[in-house]
């Protein structure tokens, strides 16, 4: 296939959030060091951005930094009720869930008193967190930030989600979680000098030798991606196929902007 063609090992602008290809642009760079900070301090963190903007590839990158330091527990479908949260979380540690709430919450205070003697304090992370369904939800992750000793908290959380996750929290009504958030950071589109690294970056971890992008293709990229990454990933990748459908080793512009017409993205390009 097209990798062989262009001498790759990996596939470059692959779907799914591996963080071996991560790029850290200084923002990125910022929001993974301030989510670090955020677990090594026990700390509620806040982390939004808008679609495709890498934030579930900086949770994957987090998780690979804990390694097995931390217990990890990661959930990617928060549509929960507080029941169900606390359920999933108690899964998460291997036990098996208690009944009532009070028993239930006994059940994970002891878990997490028995990891902190141990020095291996759990990160909650919650992916897509604008997806919580209900304010009693989320006053059940504010109630989590009471398990703590008189000088220390025994669980970090992170939240992940979209901007409109910001400004939900950002009502009255949420106030007290609000207070409770100690880090937090917004990632933004990459500018263009941004997604022509972006755009070597993968290359070099995929394994290819010659970048077939011009630079005219790969301000193209940046044009019709608007920065976002998961744009650029689907506009590379299909300019790549074009091109080997064509035996052709150059990317230019103009398969840039074939291929975002053909993903119905041409009416961006400002």
């Not at 992940?160 to 996750?165: A, H, K, M, T, V």
């Not at 070099?204 to 193209?220: E, L, Y």
């Not at 790549?240 to 398969?255: Q, Y």
Request: include cysteine.
């Amino acid at each position: 296939m097209f990798r062989e063609f262009f001498g790759f090992r990996h596939k470059p602008f692959g779907k799914t959030p591996n963080p071996a290809f991560l790029y850290e642009s200084p923002q990125h760079r910022e929001a993974l060091a301030r989510l670090e900070y955020a677990v090594e301090e026990k700390e509620l963190a806040l982390l939004c951005g808008d679609v495709g903007s890498g934030k579930t590839t900086l949770s994957r990158a987090l998780i690979d930094r804990i390694g097995e330091a931390r217990p990890v527990i990661l959930i990617v479908n928060p549509a929960l009720s507080p029941a169900q949260l606390l359920r999933s979380i108690a899964s998460g540690f291997g036990l098996t869930p208690k009944h009532h709430r009070a028993d239930l919450l006994d059940q994970l205070y002891t878990k997490l008193f028995e990891l902190y003697e141990s020095g291996r304090e759990p990160v909650l992370i919650i992916d897509e967190a604008q997806l919580i369904p209900t304010k009693a939800t989320f006053e059940e992750i504010r109630l989590l930030t009471n398990f703590q000793l008189d000088d220390d908290n025994l669980l970090s959380i992170v939240l992940i989600g979209q901007p409109e996750l910001k400004e939900r929290l950002g009502h009255r009504a949420y106030r007290a979680l609000r207070q409770r958030i100690g880090i937090q950071y917004s990632l933004s589109p990459l500018s263009e000098e941004e997604t022509v690294r972006y755009v070597q970056h993968r290359l070099q971890v995929a394994g290819g030798g010659t970048n077939p992008f011009t630079i005219d293709a790969m301000s193209a990229i940046h044009r019709y991606s608007e920065g976002i990454p998961r744009v650029i990933n689907t506009l590379a990748t299909t300019a790549l196929l074009d091109a080997f459908g064509d035996e052709s080793v150059t990317i230019d512009g103009a398969r840039i902007a074939a291929a975002a017409r053909e993903h119905g993205l041409d009416g961006r390009q400002r």
